[in-house]
């Protein structure tokens, strides 16, 4: 680690807070207060306290960013040259790798995740960034022979302005992947972090400013989901909708954004099985499965949250699996332990809820299931790296999201089993597969509902590659060529010669 990283932190562990952080709402290039004067606070999930406090923004606020979006979109942004959009894109990478120990220090004391998750987290971000910056002026159309006397061509548009609510998970990345693609296709964004992450996305938001980013291009309103996400998602003037968070809430985006004939892209929840046949590397296997489930504490979409397993190494994987989650260390992210903390209480609470019910169902748990503390200071909001093991197929930590660190066993006595397992959720997010033989690698791959397969590596690809989820998981994708299909709109003119 940097020598300031480290000094940030020891402030940060010292005081219970970073100086200089933002409190106001980013909008048409200011920082604003919300017009009631509200505010909130966000708590450090590390210790439980408030660490800084701000603006909590309604109807209003949201009234002005969308304006001042529009208005940017249609005087200026839309008429950037593409280079030039490219080239504040890669402006703002560098600032952001310019500024990663400080905004991975804040990401942690909003989010709880390890320091060194967020500072991946940060550079994965500003990738993203160059990424698109690369792909803003190769956004070219085709044409289309209709023989001699006519000349028909396609255009690509920005579709217009684009609505960003953003999840408290991963509060950079999730925003990045989404602001990225819709900056460079020439469509302007107003964000809604969570309320409980709020803090790096006003920071970026500055250093776009820093990067040349024209005012009101890029706005943030801070504040809860009701006060400002749904105005934000209810305003006609907004084109597309861009989603991640529960099943619920994002049926109600759709129906906002469907009484304005708005595109949405929805990344919901998922309940990822990683099938792990006889014939896998057994201690490799392990290992990753260990971080497929316990990083970020658990609370990722596409966590392989659900182990389907084959019978004959069953009990020899699984007394590998719970030594391996028993030695991981939990505690403040920024002491660097194997496993952060838990984003709220509330979700605390919802992870005990599942694995007591479990227990009293008796369920076996073959680690963890208990609720902890930071071991120096015994505050915070943790859960120890727990295991349910030889789960049935219809129990409830099977079927339903957990979004913690909790991995249910399911034992299978084939392929054709592992498959009907695979699929036999609601979710269809992502799967892994480990094997040594590709060819049934690759027919699980072909037949499983899934968004992504991983072979032999979970969270396997990078930016370049598409992202996103089927049947309760959503639709449309981020991340790769695709992730700038949504911000997109075709355009065909024809023309007789």
Same mark, same amino acid.
């Given at each position: 680690?940097?020598?300031?990283?480290?000094?940030?932190?020891?402030?940060?562990?010292?005081?219970? /807070?970073?100086? +200089?952080?933002?409190?106001?709402?980013?909008?048409?290039?200011?920082? /604003?207060?919300?017009?009631?004067?509200?505010?909130?606070?966000?708590?450090?999930?590390?210790?439980?306290?408030?660490?800084?406090?701000?603006?909590?923004?309604?109807?209003?606020?949201?009234?002005?960013?969308?304006?001042?979006?529009? =208005?940017?979109?249609?005087?200026?942004?839309?008429?950037?040259?593409?280079?030039?959009?490219?080239?504040?894109? *890669?402006?703002?990478?560098?600032?952001?790798?310019?500024?990663?120990?400080?905004?991975?220090?804040?990401?942690?004391?909003?989010?709880?995740?390890?320091?060194?998750?967020?500072?991946?987290?940060?550079?994965?971000?500003?990738?993203?960034?160059?990424?698109?910056?690369?792909?803003?002026?190769?956004?070219?159309?085709?044409?289309?022979?209709?023989? !001699?006397?006519?000349?028909?061509?396609?255009?690509?548009?920005?579709?217009?302005?684009?609505?960003?609510?953003?999840?408290?998970?991963?509060?950079?990345?999730?925003?990045? /992947?989404?602001?990225?693609?819709?900056?460079?296709?020439?469509?302007? @964004?107003?964000?809604?972090?969570?309320?409980?992450?709020?803090?790096?996305?006003?920071?970026?938001?500055?250093?776009?400013?820093?990067?040349?980013?024209?005012?009101?291009?890029?706005?943030?309103?801070? #504040?809860?989901?009701?006060?400002?996400?749904?105005?934000?998602?209810?305003? !006609?003037? &907004? *084109?597309?909708?861009?989603?991640?968070?529960?099943?619920?809430?994002?049926?109600? &985006?759709?129906?906002?954004?469907?009484?304005?004939?708005?595109?949405?892209?929805?990344?919901?929840?998922?309940?990822? !099985?990683?099938?792990?046949?006889?014939?896998?590397?057994?201690?490799?296997? &392990?290992?990753?499965?260990?971080?497929?489930?316990?990083?970020? @504490?658990?609370?990722?979409?596409?966590?392989?949250?659900?182990?389907?397993?084959?019978?004959?190494? $069953?009990?020899?994987?699984?007394?590998?699996?719970?030594?391996?989650?028993?030695?991981?260390?939990?505690?403040?992210?920024?002491?660097?332990?194997?496993?952060?903390?838990?984003?709220?209480?509330?979700?605390?609470?919802?992870?005990?809820?599942?694995?007591?019910?479990?227990?009293?169902?008796?369920?076996?748990?073959?680690?963890?299931?208990?609720?902890?503390?930071?071991?120096?200071?015994? =505050?915070?909001?943790?859960?120890?790296?727990?295991?349910?093991?030889?789960?049935? $197929?219809?129990?409830?930590?099977?079927?339903?999201?957990?979004?913690? !660190?909790?991995?249910?066993?399911?034992?299978?006595?084939?392929?054709?089993? @592992?498959?009907?397992?695979?699929?036999?959720?609601?979710?269809?997010?992502?799967?892994?597969?480990?094997?040594?033989?590709?060819? =049934?690698?690759?027919?699980?791959?072909?037949?499983?509902?899934?968004?992504?397969?991983?072979?032999?590596?979970?969270? @396997?690809?990078?930016?370049?590659?598409?992202?996103?989820?089927?049947?309760?998981?959503?639709? #449309?994708?981020?991340?790769?060529?695709? +992730?700038?299909?949504?911000?997109?709109?075709?355009?065909?003119?024809?023309? *007789?010669?």
């Amino acid at each position: 680690m940097s020598d300031l990283l480290n000094r940030l932190r020891a402030e940060a562990l010292e005081t219970g /807070r970073i100086e +200089g952080l933002p409190g106001d709402m980013f909008i048409n290039g200011q920082w /604003r207060a919300a017009a009631t004067g509200n505010r909130m606070e966000t708590l450090d999930p590390g210790t439980g306290e408030a660490f800084a406090e701000f603006a909590a923004g309604g109807a209003a606020e949201v009234e002005e960013a969308v304006a001042g979006s529009d =208005k940017a979109f249609k005087e200026v942004w839309r008429k950037a040259a593409p280079v030039e959009r490219a080239n504040i894109l *890669r402006r703002a990478a560098r600032l952001m790798r310019e500024n990663e120990e400080r905004l991975a220090v804040v990401e942690t004391l909003d989010s709880g995740k390890t320091v060194s998750e967020a500072l991946g987290d940060v550079r994965g971000s500003a990738r993203l960034l160059d990424y698109y910056a690369g792909a803003a002026d190769k956004l070219q159309g085709d044409t289309i022979p209709l023989g !001699p006397d006519y000349m028909s061509w396609t255009m690509i548009e920005p579709v217009g302005v684009t609505a960003h609510i953003i999840p408290w998970n991963y509060p950079t990345s999730t925003m990045i /992947r989404g602001i990225a693609p819709a900056l460079a296709a020439g469509c302007t @964004a107003v964000v809604k972090p969570a309320e409980t992450t709020p803090l790096t996305a006003l920071m970026i938001a500055e250093l776009f400013q820093k990067a040349g980013l024209p005012n009101g291009v890029l706005n943030v309103v801070t #504040g809860t989901g009701v006060e400002a996400g749904a105005p934000l998602v209810s305003d !006609p003037r &907004v *084109r597309h909708i861009t989603f991640t968070g529960s099943v619920g809430t994002g049926s109600r &985006v759709m129906e906002a954004a469907a009484k304005n004939i708005a595109s949405v892209t929805l990344e919901l929840g998922g309940k990822s !099985p990683a099938i792990v046949l006889a014939d896998c590397d057994l201690d490799r296997t &392990v290992e990753d499965m260990i971080w497929a489930i316990y990083s970020n @504490a658990g609370q990722i979409c596409s966590a392989g949250s659900r182990l389907v397993i084959e019978r004959s190494i $069953h009990a020899e994987f699984l007394e590998k699996l719970a030594k391996r989650a028993d030695e991981l260390t939990v505690g403040h992210g920024l002491r660097q332990p194997d496993v952060g903390a838990i984003n709220s209480a509330m979700q605390l609470d919802k992870i005990a809820g599942y694995v007591e019910d479990a227990r009293s169902r008796g369920v076996t748990v073959a680690a963890g299931g208990e609720r902890a503390t930071d071991l120096e200071s015994g =505050k915070g909001w943790f859960f120890r790296p727990t295991i349910l093991d030889n789960v049935e $197929h219809q129990d409830r930590v099977i079927q339903e999201e957990i979004f913690g !660190p909790v991995l249910s066993v399911q034992v299978t006595d084939g392929v054709e089993q @592992a498959l009907e397992y695979a699929n036999g959720t609601d979710f269809g997010l992502a799967a892994a597969i480990y094997t040594a033989d590709i060819t =049934k690698a690759l027919r699980l791959a072909r037949d499983i509902d899934a968004g992504q397969l991983y072979i032999n590596e979970y969270y @396997a690809g990078g930016v370049e590659v598409p992202f996103g989820g089927n049947k309760l998981s959503g639709f #449309g994708r981020e991340k790769g060529l695709a +992730g700038l299909e949504a911000y997109c709109k075709i355009k065909a003119v024809t023309a *007789r010669i």
